[in-house]
């Protein structure tokens, strides 16, 4: 049987910084129940993080897996990588897909960092706050706040809110959010909503729970163990099922 708490919160509105903190402890909680803790490890250095992302831009993990590997096994180095021809880029990188729009801009991003820095590193963010290194990374070609999280978060351990789609979806179905205010914007409002503590387990938590339970269209409410506070199950899915 789902356990049911007292939380003290309303399903229709979570509209305090009091209620928000609560109920993001719960959602942690609760989820790292199903799911085990994440405890954060470093992945990849920010370099290679950061063309990981750009290579996973519009495609599926297991894809762009594929590419990264592909391009590192035909390169060895970052420098080559920047002076490759760009035809023959994009083909190594094609089981990505948009190989032809991720090929140069790969390579105008290696480019910047050779210019701003001498060499092919992003050694500089770790002397960097996170609002300065969060400025620099989208000041990049082609990266925006998605992305520069992920290398923040990723790859420096930082308590900076990387959002898709997932943690999106999820966030504004309880409630913690409006969806009316877009997944670009949603990373400011989380990164101010979530403890720091527990910005990289919400994260993988909202992420896993988006992937089996809150899916698109149509999440699996019976499933989950977040209904008593979430404000899509009171408001779609039980109306719904009275209808």
């Known amino acids: 049987m789902k356990r049911q708490l007292n939380t003290g919160l309303s399903p229709a509105a979570i509209d305090s910084e009091a209620e928000s903190n609560a109920a993001i402890e719960i959602i942690v909680s609760r989820l790292e129940e199903l799911y085990g803790v994440a405890n954060w490890q470093p992945h ?18 297991i894809n762009s897996g594929r590419a990264f590997r592909d391009l590192r096994a035909k390169y060895g180095e970052w420098e080559d990588v920047r002076t490759a021809d760009v035809e023959e880029l994009a083909l190594t990188i094609r089981r990505g897909g948009l190989a032809n729009s991720k090929s140069p801009r790969i390579q105008a991003v290696l480019n910047r960092l050779k210019d701003d820095f001498g060499s092919i590193s992003l050694d500089r963010l770790y002397t960097m706050t996170d609002t300065e290194g969060r400025e620099y990374l989208m000041s990049l070609p082609g990266v925006g706040p998605k992305t520069a999280a992920i290398v923040l978060c990723f790859a420096l351990g930082r308590n900076v809110m990387p959002v898709d789609t997932h943690i999106f979806r999820v966030s504004w179905r309880i409630g913690l959010i409006e969806k009316r ?25 909202l992420i896993t729970h988006g992937r089996k339970v809150c899916k698109a269209p149509t999440p699996r409410c019976p499933e989950c163990p977040l209904t008593d506070i979430c404000r899509w199950y009171f408001h779609e899915y039980r109306s719904a099922q009275n209808s």
């Open 44 to 61: 990849n250095g920010p370099v290679e993080e950061l063309i990981g992302c750009i290579l996973s831009q519009h495609t599926s993990d």
């Open 181 to 205: 205010i877009g997944e670009a914007k949603a990373h400011d409002v989380l990164q101010e909503l979530v403890p720091d503590d527990l910005t990289y387990r919400y994260h993988v938590a």
